[in-house]
């Protein structure tokens, strides 16, 4: 079993940037790969980014491709997500996930979640 525990959220105005931080408690993150999702009012959850447990392969949702960016440093035992040029359209609740693999693309089947951070973009 492992915690995931994501900060780094808040309220940023159009344009601006946040990092957010998923830390694993528990069990290091290296023993996973690792997801990033969110969801907005009245929306499904979805897909955000991911990378795999070397951090070799990576993906993006097109929404965010050129805007966020996915890493991790496993001997912090963090995953982040960087997230510029934010617009309105990014609000949402944006989760944590875990999985045992991921090989590219929109494709995460998380095994575990974190509780959420709130991101409010104003215009």
């Known amino acids: 079993q492992v915690q995931l525990v994501e900060s780094g959220g808040g309220l940023v105005q159009a344009g601006g940037s946040l990092r957010l931080s998923c830390a694993a408690v528990?069990?290091?993150?290296?023993?996973?790969?690792m997801g990033w999702f969110r969801q907005a009012p009245g929306r499904e959850r979805e897909f955000v980014g991911a990378?795999?447990?070397?951090?070799?392969?990576?993906g993006l949702a097109v929404s965010v491709k050129g805007r966020f960016t996915i890493s991790r440093d496993n001997a912090k035992n963090t995953v982040y997500l960087q997230m510029n040029s934010l617009n309105p359209e990014d609000t949402a609740v944006y989760y944590c996930?875990?999985?045992?693999?991921?090989?590219?693309?929109?494709?995460?089947?998380?095994?575990?979640w974190g509780q959420g951070t709130q991101v409010t973009v104003s215009s």
């Open positions: 528990g069990r290091t993150v290296s023993d996973y790969a």
């Open positions: 990378i795999s447990r070397s951090g070799r392969i990576t």
């Open positions: 996930a875990a999985s045992t693999a991921y090989s590219g693309g929109p494709n995460f089947e998380a095994i575990y």
